[in-house]
Structure formats: structure tokens, C-alpha cells
């Protein structure tokens, strides 16, 4: 199976450089499911409920989250409204939404899982390591692929956590830090990894913010609100995995870096 999973959706330019382009990509690999991380959709600042309407609107089977999923007030109204939405998994209960979740493309069963690190993020109050071992026992034998967004700020967190889950999840991504890195690979477990999917958006902004407002803050000290880059070019980034049904193990991974506009 054809596993298409995409980096962080940043604001006006992430949801329409994926409406423009998002069902060619998928006819060119000819991709079986598709997975986004909508957290940045509005913004830059969580996802309101019009802009779920206008990812789900397109081929896009699931929509994780992460740290920012809260930032928009009218999220917990509505997240329970939409199974496609999984947000991190780790937040203590109660809590609106769902961390996990199992979709179906044909017999086959594919478990979501999204979690949040712990290594300069928001304190959850919950470890991901922990976390993941409850629902992984929980759930193992209920899913035939199990896709795992990690997102976290520290690179070593997530390679230990690659490591960690390896031979157990399919695919471990990492999200967060909206800059793509180059070590995507097959565990020796099995399973498909790499540390940042990195974002889709603005490409000449600072990790989808204009770049001044960025430079100016860092230079000064002096905070000022930011504005999300809009000018081309945009780029999609992610990765495509090649996942098999009987076994839930990876066969491949390869990143996908799109750049489109002048």
C-alpha cells in the first residue's frame, strides 16, 4: 500500500498549494491513502472548522494535529464531529477528540496515532513513550498498518523515538519543526522513518512566517504578531511509503519535496 503523509499545513498558501496540486501528486505515485498534519491550517494557528471542511474537501483520508490544536476556541466544539481529525494522543483525559484512530481502505485496517514530545513543547502531563505503549497493547491486533505522527521539537527525542517504535508502527514521521530532513529511511525492524516531514506552505518565509517579522523579533527582542508568508513560490513536503498489508512492514520510503510558482 501507497502511504502519502504531509508536512505541516501552514496557513492559505499550505491548503491551496495542496488544492492545486495535491491529486497530482497522488495520481503520479499512485498513492492508496493520504494523511496531512492540519495544526498550522488557519493561520499558522491551529484549524478552524471551516478550513477541516476545506482539507477534508479534498483526497486527504486524515488530519493530525499537534501542540497548537487548541488555538482556535471553536476546535473543541467540533473536533468530535470529524473521525478524521486525531489530535495528540497524550493529553490528559478528559479531552475532546480522539489520539487514536482506525481507518479503513478496502480489508485493510490502519491505525493513527498522534502524540506530542515532551523536550521543549507544551508539558502534556503524559510521556509519548508511555502513552504509545497503553494503546499500542490495547490495539495491536487491531490494525494491519499503524502510522504514528510524532510531533516534537528535539531531534534526538524523535530518532529515540523512531527507534523505539520500530518493528511495531509502520511509519513514524516527525512534525513540528516545518524543515524537511534528509534521513529518510527502513528501520531494521521495519519500519519507516524520518525525523521532520517538513511543512507545506510559503517557501521564502521563516518556517511559514514573514521572514522580516521573524528577523526583526530576533534582532530587537521586541515581539510583534505574526503574519504568515504568502508570496510564491509554495511547497508541498512530505513522504511516500510503501507498506505491506500482510506483514506491516515498510518496503520504502522517499520524501516528497514539491516547489511550485516563480
Not at 478524521?84 to 489520539?99: H, L
Not at 491505525?111 to 507544551?122: A, E, T, V
Not at 519507516?192 to 521573524?214: P, Q, S
Amino acid at each position: 500500500m501507497k502511504i502519502l503523509m504531509i508536512g505541516d499545513v501552514f496557513s492559505r498558501p499550505g491548503r491551496s498549494v495542496l488544492k492545486e496540486h495535491l491529486r497530482e501528486i497522488i495520481t503520479a505515485h499512485q498513492v492508496d491513502f493520504t494523511v496531512i498534519n492540519g495544526e498550522n491550517a488557519s493561520g499558522g494557528n491551529g484549524m478552524t472548522e471551516k478550513n477541516a471542511l476545506e482539507l477534508l474537501a479534498l483526497p486527504v483520508d486524515a488530519i493530525t494535529m499537534g501542540n497548537h490544536v487548541w488555538n482556535q476556541k471553536e476546535t473543541v466544539h467540533y473536533i468530535d464531529a470529524y473521525p478524521q481529525i486525531v489530535r495528540p494522543a497524550n493529553y490528559p483525559e478528559p479531552c475532546p477528540g480522539q489520539g487514536f484512530a482506525i481507518f479503513h481502505h478496502g480489508a485493510t485496517r490502519i491505525g493513527i496515532l498522534n502524540l506530542s514530545g515532551q523536550i521543549f513543547m507544551p508539558e502534556m502531563g503524559c510521556c509519548p513513550f508511555v502513552t504509545f505503549d497503553k494503546i499500542y497493547e490495547v490495539n495491536r491486533e487491531e490494525v494491519d498498518i499503524l502510522l504514528v505522527d510524532f510531533h516534537a521539537e528535539a531531534t534526538s527525542e524523535k530518532i529515540a523515538f523512531g527507534y523505539y517504535l520500530d518493528g511495531k508502527a509502520s511509519v513514524v514521521v516527525g512534525t513540528h519543526t516545518h524543515v524537511q530532513t534528509a534521513d529518510a529511511r527502513v528501520l531494521p525492524g521495519g519500519t519507516a522513518y524520518i525525523t521532520d516531514l517538513g511543512m507545506t506552505g510559503a517557501l521564502n518565509g521563516v518556517i511559514g512566517v514573514e521572514k522580516d517579522i521573524i528577523i526583526g523579533n530576533m534582532r530587537t527582542k521586541r515581539p510583534e504578531r505574526f503574519v504568515a508568508e504568502k508570496a510564491h513560490p509554495w511547497q508541498i513536503n512530505g513522504i511516500l511509503a510503501d507498506v505491506d498489508e500482510a506483514t506491516g512492514q515498510a518496503r520504502s520510503i522517499e520524501r516528497i519535496y514539491e516547489v511550485y510558482g516563480d
